[in-house]
Structure formats: C-alpha cells, structure tokens
C-alpha cells in the first residue's frame, strides 16, 4: 500500500502549510536531509492550549500529538515538491510537552505521533526521538513537534 493509499485508509486529509509565526522557515534542507520546524498542536485551526498533569490527560496529549504528526506530514510533502515518495526515512523526532513538574508520562504523548508516522511510512517511519517536559510552549500549546527526514 503506499504512503498515499495508507493516510486515504486513515481518513488523514493533508492541511495547508502553516505559515510560520516568527522569524523562521517551516523546513530547511541540506543535502537530502530536512529539517522540519517545531509544530505545536492545534484544535480548530488555533493553538491547543493545556498542560499535561494539569487539565490535560495523558491521552488527551497522544491526540494533540497525532494531529501534529499530520501537520508536519503536510509540511513535509511541501518539501519534497508535494512528492511523499521521496521520503526516505523520518530520521529523528523531538517532541516537547508542555506538563507540569511531577508529570512523567511525555514519552507516551509522544507515542501519538511516532505512532502515525511507522503506521504510514512504515519501517521508514521507524525513527530515534527524544521526549521532553517543558514550562511553557509558545501561545500555550500543549505539544510541539520537530522532525528530521531524509529524502530523494
């Protein structure tokens, strides 16, 4: 099945691009790796706002972590000149979530996104990551996501 086939199956429509909202670019490329800016997670098109441990669960975040894996998906495809094919491997994924001090569950949030990236690019999809807790995350968000990938 390809990469195509797999998000139709998944009902996963590709959003827009986001426009970035400071002095950055959305991905920057060298050679045939990309890198892939942080993403926070969005409900309704605005920022997700919560902390995890706080008002927001666990699952809660592994969803919010989902949706940024569709999110940086898109931008990706941007970067390959709407061509997923050209995706060689997701080669590194950090994600920081935004939860309080005694919370301890960031690597199961993250699941969320690791999740959907094997699920679609398969064994490509297959990545290293690391996993943090933060204070804050830019306009309250309660995850945001970076990824690098390498390409054809």
């Known amino acids: 099945m390809s990469i195509y086939q797999k998000l139709a199956a998944l009902n996963i429509e590709l959003p827009t691009v986001a426009a970035p ?51 940086l998906i898109a931008t990706v495809q941007a970067a390959c000149g709407g061509d997923l094919t050209r995706v060689k491997r997701i080669v590194k994924l950090m994600s920081l979530v935004n939860s309080t001090p005694d919370y301890t569950e960031q690597h199961l949030v993250t699941n969320g996104a690791s999740e959907l990236l094997a699920e679609v690019f398969g064994d490509a999809g297959k990545h290293a990551r690391s996993a943090f807790g933060v204070a804050q995350i830019p306009m309250g968000a309660c995850v945001e996501i970076e990824l690098i990938v390498e390409v054809a």
């Open 21 to 71: 909202v400071a002095a950055y670019v959305m991905f920057a490329q060298t050679g045939n790796t990309v890198f892939v800016s942080g993403h926070i997670a969005k409900k309704d098109g605005k920022p997700w706002v919560g902390q995890i441990g706080k008002n927001m669960t666990t699952e809660e975040g592994k969803l919010a972590a989902r949706a940024i894996a569709i999110d």
